[in-house]
């Protein structure tokens, strides 16, 4: 069997990638893949872990919520990208700062 | 799929036995497919029909959510997945009461009924998100907390960015929907590695002994990845980033439900987690929660009323006032059980504060165009009643006699005072003392506006005040912070 | 609520009806609605008052009291005392108020200064009814006060005329003087009983009665004295009313009091607030022992005698009147001063009616005049009766109206005066049998004074109503008509007030009045048979034969019926000289020593007051200094430290979003390395 620390050494790897992803790049639609990478690797913890949660489930009952859920927030957030791309014809993040201090 | 048999009839057990205790959930979820039954179909018709339906419903919930007090102590439902207990009816009438306003002064703002598209998916979206707050208070299973927390997160996205009338409210959903969903992705790892290290997702001892048998600082990160979007609801620092900016951008009405009905549902959700790891039975402590609120409610608390001192949009100084209100708050949560009282009396008068505050700033918006404090010029003689009642408002906020804002924060004080007699830590002391001092630096940005208002003068044209629904809900709620200023034990009494 | 809780809300309704008007009169409501707001409140006050009246009257006494303040020890409360007294006076004064008040509507109507009229009219109703339900002599005595300002008020209400100024502040400082007394008085009792309270004191197994008069002592339960301050309580008080209702030596300022409008005259002067005094004694009778009563008696006669005389020879239409109100209060206070409290109750009541009304018809002629002599501009006082005559004929109902009045006054049957004053007179001469010499006088000199009454208010009529209008001038008699409807309206229901099945069905004998039925403390007097058929004949008699007398004087002569000029008749012009005597007396060296106290204040003691205060300059100037340099300096940095860090933590703000996250990020892993990396935390 696979250890389960293996498991959590990749999706703390894929975490961080997605991490930088969101935190360096100049493209929103970038920035949510990078959202959805840290999403992904919470679900590879949940689904390795559920193994051992024969009785309840948890992982995979979580794993499946959790992917409708990611789903629906970027899909919200694409429609919102668009919106902004109709005013600042951009989606650069640096661009979309006209409310700032 | 011998060994599931008898769990299958169980749960099915379980789920029919459990719908007595979620009857305003169903209300909810019937009044949801209402309204967009109403929008798709009948809105031509009946212009409003979505609101009334909306208001309708909400009464009628309203009145489901009192009878949900009968039930008594906690009540665990759905296989641990919801525990009903008297604690979350009391914020989920106050989550109540902010939709309400909510949806009543959508009705009431210029910018939002003239949107083309109508308002009627505005209010079936309020009633989603509304289903997630109460969810919120409510959750005693891991999975329940992101997954409320995520349909609240994502209604409020769309909410803020309904009409993107302009760029600046484009901006604002944008930025609330990327910071909220990085949040939500660090609070998910987070979860998943509380489950990973424990195995089970319920909010119970087993969690917590779980926990115990980590090295410390792995149950750490995780704990603290998981705080990170309960935070990004409740905007303390490090996690306020959003709230100025998208309080500033987003239109009036859906600002004031964020201030108020978002984070008290943030709150909610604190309390019930606080609750969970506090109440086991031989006080295991695997967090210290404590020391975390105490710093996390100092800095709060500084970054909250200093930075407002500089603020001259108003909806950005009230913005900065409500990150400090919630440093303010955590001190209540210190308390434990002593200081539930005083926070639930908190929350209710900074909903009617904060709701009566936005109501008059976009009445003032709308008929004057200003939304700079020194706009503001004079306007305290043309538009009086609006004025004065923005006065009170503010003189709640800040916190001085004889309104509830005073009476709220020396209950918080109170309760505070309390738990540092009976614990001795000096950080509660420090939080007390912040606390104080946030107070009156808070004095002299909220009275910013009366002096502008009253007694700078000028010489345009100054627009005549229109006495409209708006004032007619802003005056009663005036008057409701004045009243139980001078009279707490009404709501105080009711609060167990 | 009970019948027993509502009686006494309704009673406070009727005393803070008018208070509520005053308010809104003075500082709310417009000069055009004024009145209305007046009139009405005073109405709603009457109205009030009639239903506690039958409630209260003959049906056992209300008194509700509530804890008011607390000095130290003592504990002072505030209440009602609603007894049948009280009841009497509540409807009584509403009533006439009322009257006057619908009466003011026309008489008043195009005065600059409208609202001001109303609203201290209403501040007077609203003391003077909360003076007649007040349960202790401490609020007695505080509205006693407000009605004497409320007077003061109105006396000088067009202040513009010197005469009217000089006659208020007359008035005030003479009821000043009074209030010396009432205020002694309350201190004497306070200090033997330890409360002010009039049913614990006086009423039954009072507190009062309780106490003992031995061999010169006076043992009360708080305190052992010698008697001679009981007699000092009771002049006290004695003095206290004699100033209210003008008796002497406090009697000059009611003559100059007729400077104010006539409807205020009518209300004030005839029938409520002179009434106070009256009403004060009655509530305290049982303090008066022999002595302060014969005082009173002979104080009241000796009055009731002066002033008739003065009123025969005077020319000016309400200062006959007024002394006639002197003279008839003296009336009462020897019936107090008999015994017969009841009596001097009813006289009051029935002379309220039939003086206002009096005052209400001399108010219509003087107004009618008043027009008359400003449409012919001709320069003559209007108020003069030597310039009145042959009214009758253009005023037929206003002539009736004061005829009733009048006869009431005289005493004659048929009408409520001669029961009221029946009433006095044959208990009097009752009270005088068993007693000596000196006081068998008093009766025999009531009897005088009342046929100078009947003779002055004949000449009165006479001059006024009869003969050829004395006035020069173009068709004068086609200027002058008959009042307005507003002031006819008020005389019309008083005359029939001053007949006498308003009070007895027995028009000839007094004691079948449910009035007198019901009063306490009518001290039991042998009634002698022969008194109550010799003497109303007698009296009446007299009383026709000068009325014809009078007649012929001056509804035919026309001439003047005393010869001017002479001693005694100027003796009686001006007022015994009482006026000039006070004057020369107080006035003056009054004035004197309060000029000198203010040349030593303005010297010697600004002096010193102005050292300390250079001084204190000196100090305050350092004391600024200090406060802007080191003080200010604090706070401002203060100030700017908060400004800064505010400064600071706003420009995380800086709008972009990734900078946001990393930030957040940031602060994050550092919380969680410091907390469990590092051993300091």
Same mark, same amino acid.
């Given at each position: ?101 | ?18 719908? @007595? ?133 994502? =209604? ?341 | ?157 067009? @202040? ?452 300390? =205060? ?68």
């Amino acid at each position: 069997m696979i250890p389960l620390s293996n498991f959590m050494m990749l999706s703390a790897a894929l975490f961080v990638i997605g991490l930088y992803a969101v935190l360096v790049k100049r493209n929103v639609i970038q920035l949510l893949i990078g959202i959805e990478f840290m999403i992904n690797a919470a679900l590879i913890n949940f689904v390795a872990a559920g193994k051992s949660d024969k009785n309840y489930m948890g992982g995979q009952m979580t794993a499946l919520f959790t992917i409708v859920i990611a789903a629906a927030s970027v899909a919200v957030a694409l429609a919102i990208i668009l919106n902004v791309y109709k005013y600042y014809k951009s989606i650069d993040p640096d661009k979309l700062n006209k409310l700032r201090d | 799929m011998d060994d599931y048999s008898l769990y299958i009839s169980d749960s099915l057990n379980g789920t029919i036995a459990g719908i @007595r205790g979620i009857y305003p959930e169903i209300g909810l979820v019937v009044s949801f497919l209402l309204v967009i039954f109403s929008e798709l179909f009948f809105v031509k018709r009946i212009k409003q029909l979505p609101f009334w339906i909306t208001l309708i419903s909400l009464a009628v919930v309203f009145t489901l959510t009192i009878k949900q007090f009968a039930i008594g102590d906690s009540l665990t439902l759905y296989s641990g997945m919801i525990v009903l207990q008297p604690a979350s009816v009391y914020f989920k009438l106050l989550f109540l009461l902010s939709a309400i306003l909510f949806i009543v002064f959508v009705r009431n703002n210029q910018q939002m009924q003239q949107h083309k598209k109508g308002t009627g998916d505005l209010y079936a979206v309020l009633i989603a998100v509304l289903l997630g707050m109460n969810c919120m208070a409510m959750s005693a299973n891991l999975l329940m907390v992101y997954l409320s927390i995520e349909t609240v997160s994502i =209604g409020s996205y769309i909410m803020v960015g309904y009409i993107s009338g302009d760029g600046k409210q484009a901006e604002a959903s944008i930025k609330y929907a990327l910071f909220g969903a990085a949040c939500s992705a660090i609070m998910l790892y987070g979860i998943s590695l509380i489950y990973s290290f424990t195995g089970t997702l319920n909010l119970n001892a087993d969690l917590l002994e779980g926990l115990n048998a980590i090295p410390v600082w792995s149950a750490g990160l995780a704990i603290t990845l998981f705080l990170v979007g309960l935070g990004f609801k409740m905007s303390f620092v490090p996690l306020h980033f959003w709230s100025p900016d998208v309080y500033e951008g987003a239109p009036t009405p859906v600002t004031a439900f964020l201030t108020t009905g978002s984070k008290i549902a943030g709150f909610a959700l604190l309390w019930r987690v606080l609750e969970a790891f506090n109440s086991s039975g031989n006080a295991i402590s695997v967090y210290d929660f404590q020391g975390l609120i105490g710093i996390v409610a100092i800095v709060t608390m500084l970054f909250g009323n200093l930075a407002a001192i500089w603020q001259d949009n108003i909806k950005r100084m009230l913005a900065y006032s409500s990150i400090g209100h919630t440093g303010f708050l955590m001190m209540a949560l210190v308390a434990n059980t002593a200081g539930f009282k005083s926070l639930i009396f908190y929350l209710f008068i900074y909903l009617l504060t904060n709701v009566a505050a936005f109501m008059l700033v976009d009445k003032v918006e709308q008929e004057s165009g200003s939304v700079n404090i020194s706009t503001y010029l004079g306007l305290g003689k043309s538009m009086p009643l609006t004025f004065i009642s923005l006065l009170i408002v503010l003189i709640s906020l800040t916190g001085l006699p004889p309104t509830s804002g005073f009476v709220a924060k020396f209950l918080v004080f109170g309760s505070a005072l309390e738990s540092y007699k009976s614990s001795g830590s000096s950080l509660i002391l420090w939080m007390m003392i912040t606390g104080a001092v946030t107070t009156v630096v808070s004095l002299f940005y909220y009275f910013k506006v009366p002096l502008y208002a009253y007694l700078r003068k000028t010489e345009s044209i100054l627009p005549r005040e229109k006495f409209d629904v708006k004032l007619v809900i802003s005056l009663v709620l005036t008057f409701l912070v004045l009243i139980f200023g001078i009279f707490p034990q009404v709501i105080t009494d009711l609060i167990n | 609520m009970e019948q027993h809780d509502i009686i006494p809300v309704v009673s406070l309704l009727a005393v803070l009806m008018p208070l509520l008007s005053f308010v809104l009169c003075m500082f709310f409501v417009p000069k055009s609605i004024s009145g209305k707001v007046a009139v009405s409140s005073i109405a709603v006050s009457f109205i009030a008052s009639c239903f506690v009246f039958f409630k209260i009257w003959n049906a056992g006494n209300i008194h509700i009291q509530h804890h008011w303040f607390t000095l130290g020890q003592t504990s002072w409360d505030v209440g009602l005392l609603l007894n049948n007294l009280s009841a009497l006076m509540i409807l009584l004064v509403s009533g006439i108020a009322f009257l006057v008040h619908i009466y003011s509507l026309a008489y008043m109507k195009g005065d600059e200064n409208i609202d001001r009229y109303w609203g201290y009219l209403s501040l007077f109703c609203s003391s003077m009814l909360g003076l007649v339900i007040a349960d202790n002599l401490l609020l007695i005595y505080i509205f006693w006060e407000l009605v004497g300002f409320s007077s003061y008020l109105l006396i000088g209400f067009w @202040r513009t005329r010197d005469a009217a100024v000089q006659a208020n502040k007359k008035a005030f400082i003479m009821n000043r003087l009074g209030d010396l007394g009432f205020l002694l008085a309350l201190m004497i009792l306070y200090s033997q009983f330890g409360t002010l309270d009039i049913e614990k004191l006086f009423g039954d197994g009072g507190l009062f009665h309780l106490s003992q008069f031995t061999s010169g002592e006076w043992i009360a339960p708080l305190g052992h004295i010698s008697y001679v301050w009981l007699l000092v309580c009771g002049f006290g008080f004695v003095f206290g009313a004699l100033a209210k209702s003008a008796q002497f030596p406090l009697h000059t300022w009611l003559p100059d009091a007729m400077e104010g409008p006539t409807a205020v005259s009518s209300l004030i002067h005839a029938a409520t607030m002179v009434a106070a005094g009256v009403f004060l004694l009655v509530r305290v009778s049982p303090i008066f022992d022999s002595t302060v009563l014969i005082t009173i008696a002979v104080i009241g006669i000796f009055t009731a005698f002066m002033a008739s005389t003065i009123a025969l020879v005077q020319n000016d239409i309400k200062r006959i009147l007024a002394y006639s109100t002197i003279s008839q209060l003296g009336f009462m206070m020897l019936a107090i001063g008999i015994g017969n409290n009841g009596a001097a109750i009813f006289h009051l009541a029935t002379h309220a009616f039939f003086k206002c009304l009096l005052f209400l018809c001399a108010g219509s002629v003087i107004h009618e005049m008043h027009y008359a002599k400003n449409k012919l501009d001709a320069d003559c006082d209007h108020q003069d009766i030597r310039n009145m005559g042959g009214l009758r004929k253009m005023m037929p109902l206003t002539f009736v109206t004061m005829v009733i009045a009048a006869l009431a006054l005289c005493g004659i049957p048929l009408t409520s005066g001669y029961l009221s004053k029946d009433a006095i007179l044959i208990s009097s001469f009752e009270w005088a049998t068993t007693r000596s010499f000196a006081a068998k006088l008093i009766p025999y000199l009531a009897m005088l004074t009342s046929w100078l009454t009947t003779f002055y208010i004949a000449r009165l009529i006479f001059k006024v109503f009869y003969g050829e209008l004395r006035i020069q001038g173009d068709k004068t008699e086609r200027l002058i008509h008959e009042a307005p409807r507003f002031m006819l309206m008020p005389q019309l229901f008083l005359a029939v007030c001053s007949a006498f099945f308003l009070f007895s069905v027995n028009p000839l004998s007094y004691e079948n009045t449910w009035l007198l039925k019901v009063f306490p403390g009518s001290v039991a007097l042998e009634r002698i048979h022969s008194y109550h058929t010799v003497i109303p004949a007698l009296l009446n008699l007299f009383a026709v034969l000068i009325i014809y007398f009078a007649y012929i004087q001056y509804a035919r002569k026309e001439k003047a019926m005393f010869r001017e000029n002479t001693w005694l008749y100027n003796f009686a012009l001006n007022g015994w000289y009482f006026d000039e005597f006070y004057h020369q007396a107080i006035v003056r060296p009054v004035t004197y020593v309060s000029k000198f106290s203010f040349s030593i204040d303005r010297k010697v003691i600004d002096g010193l007051v102005d050292i300390v =205060g250079k001084s204190g300059v000196l100090l305050s100037s350092i004391a600024g200094w200090l406060d802007r340099k080191l003080i200010d300096g604090f706070v401002n940095l203060a100030g700017r430290a908060a400004a800064g860090l505010g400064n600071f933590f706003r420009s995380f703000q800086s709008g972009r979003i990734q900078y946001y996250l990393a930030v957040m990020i940031f602060v994050v892993l550092t919380f969680f390395v410091l907390r469990y990396f590092s051993p300091a935390i």
